[in-house]
């Protein structure tokens, strides 16, 4: 019911058509880009463009009511060009989705009185290329580095696979300098920047099109550079090691997936997207271990390297939702911190 | 349970049984307020040390830093949550000086009550002397706090979760369409939120995290924001350390069992360990994700009472709720009006005045109406901005209402039929859809059905359909296009249940309902439970095989009967809402379970009832329905005065009265209601100085079980609901039973019942009269099972299918004493009287060894502070004045000092009472009775109303009266205004021998 300003423009979205299982959108409007926090990044969205090809929803509210808002979810949308539909049953949807898994999809406006010949779509909708099998990461990254200061000797480099904004702000936050660069930087440029830390960052689609990260992320792994990976940056840190990643059925999508840590046994709620997952036999012969679990299907949350300053998680720390594992940026720093020391 | 104890929830009570039973634990965040101020009592007194009885859940120390204003703000001030500004105060000066720093208007909360109860808000001195002095009087700790006012900022609740291993969960968060100032419970609540961003909801969420670590709860908590319209800046107002009204409607809202669950985690377990109820598959450990929208609104019933002013606020004075749940908001809340049960949809608002500035006033000063203003206020062409303006309410709530208005009209204009569709999504009935075409409510269902137009059947399952539900709890929408459920054959029955609790229909209902799906179940039934009270067990997702959290309108159970196609349809263990529905079923097919519709007429219409009775040889009070004035009149004088007036149309104020004369008569059905052809009024004689007896039973057709034969306590003209009732009789002689056992069995079987019944008669000189037959089940029927040990559900369920069932009767060994609870003070101004409209809001009932055993345990249950010898006792007597002389002697015996009025104290004088002359509060001299019960220096006030409805000619007496009453009900001191149960009080603690503490289930082994 909360957050779709930030999920339409999570790059996590690429190429996706995206529907929401609460049936009221568009209820507070979208809040204005210049709403930001100190560092200029602003607080309602996480990047600079809605990202998802297409959103469908129950009801759409046209008249926001926000202290906040500068337009309606339907201007925003119309002025980006992305198509929407409203006034399906999307707990049907969701079912269907349960049951048959993520499927391809067509979004068509039909003239008043049109025939409509469903199954010419249904075939239509077969033929789609189907954007798992395309480099999306390719799309949403950033054509070269961009610098961001809050005026600390520590230096995070962030691979940049469809960064949020949450992210950034969160390291900010902290009081670290990031650097953000295109997903398939060198090491050697990498190494360049002397990084005190570096952060893989979350991002569309499967994990094993981005084959030149994982290489990267192979021989980094073997440094002593604390690390850290978000969503997508998990699964490749998985890869890296050796080990391999499957597809879900249905994945994980919204803000109450419960995350044990297997070492504590506390449970934290948390925000998730991803379609992938990390397979929990082939983390065997790494050197990586499981650190968190889903509560619910017991599937892979997150890993750590058994012995160095090397993690990940599956789901967002930095939101938007659930903000109790944000604790996970801290360790970070403190890691960094120390290595330094 | 393994024991039941139906004692006085009082720390005296609660260690007798602690001594008895000498539990290992005891959790003290179930039972409301109430539960949770003994508990912190007995903690003090070192009761629970003393027996070694651990606090399970939440520690006695956490309770009180909620509850003690200092500790609370420190915890939280140190943890950086933002609170009001804000100070307590122990006495009146204090108070002043605080508001005075703080700056008018100011919020007075009181400390340790229940439902806001006392507080206010305060514009200046005046308002703050009068809510200060009532408040300190009703502290248990004689503290009131004096806040910042955030009036209009919105109003936001979390229902929050930790374990022992500080796993923290949100259940639910809640926005109120009615900003800050309006009570909570007072409030229409709207679930999730709608009008938070993702920044908002998180940071009040993270804040409910802090909060709850800080308090150290264990268990579950309610968190109740305050959020700038304007900003992010957020208040914590209060925390609830115990299970709530709200959290209540969080779990029927999601579908969470919180008070399972919390239960769980006083035990030790964790959230981790405990599993999602609905999917079975899933942890306990997550946050519930609603596809669906809830509206509550609350539910009030201010016509009940004379002089109560109907505004709404600070403090509770609501006596029910409802739940409407839709895909949108507009659905939601269509539905919610609908099953206030008010007589009125959310766009019926025609005989609302239309005049602006009363617009604007109601809108300004809100009460039981304001929803209906607003709508008005849209119709007759105010913009939403001018309404939030005035109300404070969202935009985004007003826009949707808004909608709502718009295509009411549109159609209205258009006649379109197009739009059906549309005004289904949005929630209207057939018979408004009708109303704007000009068609029959029928009509309507007949054309959408053609069309298609049929609602969806959805589950309410916490994972938005991400995880498949094993339960149904279910609801319709047309907000969907298919049936989360299949509809597989079996012998299915449904149950209609009790609906909105109203004055007159609480949870005995509920009661009956539960017991009586359950009793289906056993027999190899599946139960269809349709309900849509979230303060009921009817409405727990997992007591029935099915239930569907909706209207109890002929519309939407015909909906549900489409889909399931059951065997039949119960509409008799409900109470009246569903009773209501019985002959329009039938006329529509559905099979009724039980008594046949026709029967249930023959009883319900008085002049098929009147003949069937004189069939039967049966005494009645002489009646005529009558159409006009002189009508009235010359009827009224032919059986004499006073006579009962049940008018068909209701102005204002009460249905019933009672005339003494012919100008009263005159002036109630001029003043409150009318009189014509299409709206007869009926007239009885009232009967006087009788005995009022009533039977419960239940009927199979040929064989009758008697329940019980009850006794009020009070004489006949009290309603059945407000009278105290004793089981077994008390007055009524082994001759005169006989005869109404006899009558009983005559009446139930030429009514050929099939169910549970209840038969009102007065006893007079010997003579018995019949009052009326109700063919459902009563409100006195849990009481009834619980004193004679056989539960009448159970056997109903028999008789309804026509089983055997036992006969005779079970006549108990104890005493089973009933007692009304009142809540006159929560209303405003409500006169603390009683007559033949029930005001009472509630009951209680004790067993005891011996009737005062019995009955002083109720009085004491229902919150009484029982006198004792060397108390003060205000006397002052309207009528009844020679039979109370005896009364007061012996109270002036057993060691009360006694005070009165000017003219009670000289009758009392000449008849050998001494007593004290107090002034009355209209004479501004002292020693004035205002001052005496302001500081609580009389401890019981017994007056004896004088009757007449005739204002005019003695305003100055009952307005004295009035105001004696009303102080009395404000400052807490116990007060009684029947002579019969002055009589049976003083009668109770002159012969009263200490207080048997035995189980009920002790009582029933014993028969």
């Known amino acids: 019911m909360v957050g779709y300003t930030e999920a339409l423009t999570d790059p996590s979205y690429s190429g996706q058509i995206l529907t929401q299982t609460y049936p009221l959108v568009g209820n507070y409007g979208v809040p204005p880009y210049s709403l930001t926090d100190e560092f200029g990044m602003p607080l309602h969205f996480e990047s600079n463009r809605i990202q998802v090809k297409g959103y469908v929803v129950s009801r759409l509210s046209r008249t926001p009511s926000h202290w906040s808002v500068k337009k309606s979810l339907h201007e925003w949308m119309f002025e980006n060009k992305i198509p929407g539909i409203e006034s399906i049953d999307t707990r049907f949807l969701t079912k269907k989705l349960r049951m048959k898994g993520v499927m391809l999809g067509i979004l068509k406006v039909f003239e008043e009185d049109e025939r409509v010949d469903l199954k010419e779509y249904e075939e239509k909708a077969k033929g789609i290329p189907n954007p798992n099998e395309t480099n999306l990461v390719e799309n949403v990254t950033i054509d070269s580095p961009i610098g961001y200061e809050s005026g600390n000797s520590l230096r995070v480099v962030v691979i940049d696979c469809g960064v949020k904004f949450g992210i950034l702000r969160n390291l900010l936050k902290r009081k670290v300098d990031v650097i953000r660069v295109p997903f398939e930087t060198s090491l050697k440029e990498i190494l360049s920047l002397e990084p005190d830390g570096v952060l893989i960052s979350n991002g569309p689609g499967d994990p094993k099109m981005c084959r030149k990260t994982i290489k990267t992320l192979g021989a980094l792994i073997e440094m002593d550079i604390a690390t850290m990976g978000i969503c997508l940056g998990n699964q490749l840190l998985a890869l890296a090691a050796g080990g391999d990643t499957y597809k879900l ?71 938007p939702g659930p903000l109790e594992t944000e604790f996970l940026f801290d360790q970070f720093l403190e890691v960094i911190k120390n290595t330094n020391r | 349970m393994d024991s039941v104890y139906l004692l006085p929830i ?55 830093t909620c509850s003690n204003r200092d500790k609370f703000r420190e915890t939280l001030l140190k943890n950086n949550v933002s609170i009001p500004i804000s100070e307590k105060a122990t006495s009146l000066e204090e108070a002043k000086k605080v508001a005075d720093r703080i700056g008018y208007p100011v919020m007075v909360r009181v400390a340790y009550t229940l439902g806001g109860e006392g507080s206010g808000v305060a514009r200046d001195d005046t308002e703050l002397e009068e809510i200060v002095s009532r408040g300190l009087s009703r502290s248990r700790i004689r503290q009131v706090l004096v806040e910042e006012y955030l009036g209009k900022w919105k109003e936001i609740e979390y229902e929050v979760m930790r374990d022992k291993d500080d796993n923290c969960i949100i259940v639910c968060n809640m926005e109120n369409f009615d900003p800050m100032g309006i009570h909570t419970g007072e409030s229409i609540v709207v679930a999730p939120s709608q009008t938070l961003t993702n920044r908002e909801y998180h940071i009040l969420r993270m804040v409910s995290f802090k909060v709850i670590r800080a308090l150290g709860i264990i268990g579950e908590c309610n968190i109740q924001f305050a959020l700038n319209p304007e900003s992010e800046e957020y208040s914590v107002i209060e925390v609830n350390p115990r299970l709530s009204r709200s959290s209540a409607l969080a779990s029927k809202a999601t579908g969470y069992p919180i008070a399972y669950i919390a239960a769980k985690l006083a035990l030790g377990y ?18 519930p994700a609603l596809d669906y929208c809830v509206v509550k609104i609350p539910r009030w019933d201010f016509r009940k009472f004379r002089r109560v002013k109907r505004r709404i606020g600070t403090q509770m004075q609501s006596v029910g709720e409802v739940m409407g749940i839709g895909r949108c908001f507009e659905e939601a809340l269509q539905k919610a009006v609908r099953m206030l049960n008010v007589g009125r949809e959310l766009t019926d608002v025609e005989d609302l005045s239309f005049d602006f500035r009363k617009i604007k006033y109601e809108l300004e000063n809100p009460s039981d109406l304001r929803i209906f203003y607003v709508v008005k206020a849209l119709k007759e062409g105010m913009t939403v901005d001018q309404i939030h303006r005035l109300t404070g309410i969202d935009e985004w709530f007003l826009d949707r209402i808004k909608d709502i208005v718009d295509l009411e009209e549109e159609i209205t204009k258009k006649k379109s039929y197009e739009l059906i569709k549309d005004a289904k999504v949005m929630g209207f009935s057939d018979k408004k859809i009708g109303e704007m075409l000009g068609k029959t409510e029928s009509e309507i269902r007949e054309m959408r059905k053609k069309l298609n137009i049929i609602p969806a059947v959805k589950q309410i399952d916490t994972m938005a359909a991400e995880w498949p539900a094993k339960t149904n709890y279910l609801y319709l929408t047309y907000g969907g296009q298919e049936d989360d459920i299949d509809f597989k054959k079996k012998s299915r029955v449904i149950v209609l249940g009790s609906g909105t609790y109203c004055i007159g229909s609480s949870v005995e209902f509920d009661w009956c309902c539960v017991n009586y799906a359950l009793s289906l179940k056993d027999k190899g039934f599946e139960a269809i439970m349709i309900n849509y009270n979230p303060e009921t067990v009817s409405t727990d997702f997992d007591v029935m095989d099915k239930l569907y959290f909706e209207e109890l309108t002929l519309e939407r159970v015909l909906d549900i009967v489409d889909k399931e196609r059951p065997d039949s349809v119960v509409i008799s263990v409900g109470g009246q809402i569903p009773n209501n529905l019985a002959v329009k079923l039938s006329k529509n097919g559905v099979k009724i379970l039980g008594t046949d519709a026709e029967d249930i007429d023959r009883a319900e219409d008085r002049a098929k009832f009147s003949s069937l009775l004189d069939s039967l040889k049966l005494k009645q009070s002489p009646w005529s329905k009558l159409e006009t004035i002189e009508q009235a009149k010359d009827f009224s004088e032919k059986i004499g005065y006073p006579v009962l007036i049940r008018p068909s149309y209701v102005l204002s104020g009460a249905a019933m009265n009672v005339a003494f004369n012919e100008k009263d008569l005159e002036d109630y059905i001029e003043k409150a209601t009318y009189i014509s052809k299409e709206h007869p009024v009926v007239i009885s004689k009232f009967i006087e100085n009788g005995r009022e007896v009533e039977v419960d039973g239940v009927c199979n057709g040929k064989d009758v079980f008697i329940g019980a034969i009850i006794e009020h306590i009070e004489n006949a003209g009290i309603h059945s609901g407000d009278a105290t009732m004793s089981i077994p009789t008390l007055t009524i002689s082994e001759e005169i039973k006989k005869k109404i056992r006899e009558y009983t069995k005559k009446i139930a079987t030429s009514l050929r019942i099939k169910g549970p019944f209840n038969i009102q008669y007065i006893v007079k000189n010997s003579e018995i009269y019949v009052i009326e037959c109700n063919l459902r089940a009563s409100r006195s029927m849990p009481f009834v099972s619980k004193v004679i040990g056989k539960n009448l559900m159970e056997i109903s369920v028999d008789a309804m299918l026509g089983e055997k069932i036992p006969t005779g009767e079970i006549i108990p060994n104890h005493y089973g004493i009933k007692v009304p609870q009142f809540s006159f003070m929560r209303l405003y101004g409500a006169d603390p009287t009683l007559g033949v409209e029930m005001v009472s809001t509630g009951e209680v009932a004790c067993l005891g060894k011996t009737f005062s055993d019995a009955f002083l345990k109720s009085l004491i249950a229902s919150g009484i502070d029982l006198p004792k010898a060397g108390n003060s006792v205000l006397v002052t007597i309207g009528r009844n004045k020679k039979e109370i002389i005896p009364i007061i002697k012996k109270l002036v015996d057993l060691g009360f000092f006694i005070y009165s009025t000017e003219h009670t104290g000289e009758f009392l004088e000449e008849n050998g009472i001494s007593n004290k002359k107090l002034y009355k509060v209209s004479e501004s001299k002292k020693p004035n009775i205002r001052d005496y019960l302001v500081n609580k220096k009389i401890d019981l006030v017994i007056n004896i109303p004088t009757i007449t409805h005739n204002i005019d000619e003695s305003e100055k007496i009952l307005e004295d009266e009035y105001r004696i009453r009303r102080l009395a009900i404000e400052f807490g001191i116990p007060i009684f205004t029947s002579l019969e149960m002055i009589i049976t009080f003083v009668d109770a603690i002159s012969c009263n021998d200490g207080f048997s503490i035995k189980s009920l289930n002790e009582f029933q082994e014993g028969l």
């Open chain 1, 249 to 319: 059925k249905f994945g994980h999508r919204g803000q109450n997936h419960p995350c044990i840590d297997l070492r504590t046994k506390k449970c934290y709620m948390t925000s998730q997207n991803h379609g992938y997952a990390v397979e929990p036999k082939s983390l065997e012969k790494t050197k990586f271990e499981v650190s968190f679990i889903n509560a619910n299907d017991k599937t892979i949350e997150g890993i750590k390297h058994r012995n160095k300053s090397i993690c990940g998680v599956q789901w967002h720390p930095e939101g």
């Open chain 2, 10 to 64: 009082t720390p005296e009570f609660v260690e007798k049984i602690i001594e008895k039973e000498r539990p290992n634990g005891i959790l003290l965040g179930f039972g409301g307020q109430t539960a949770l101020n003994c508990g912190v009592e007995l903690a003090e007194k070192g009761i629970l040390e003393k027996y070694g009885v651990k606090v399970l859940g939440t520690s006695v120390e956490a309770i009180e």
């Open chain 2, 270 to 287: 964790t959230l981790p360990e405990l599993m999602n109820k609905v999917t079975q598959v899933t942890t306990a450990c997550f946050e």
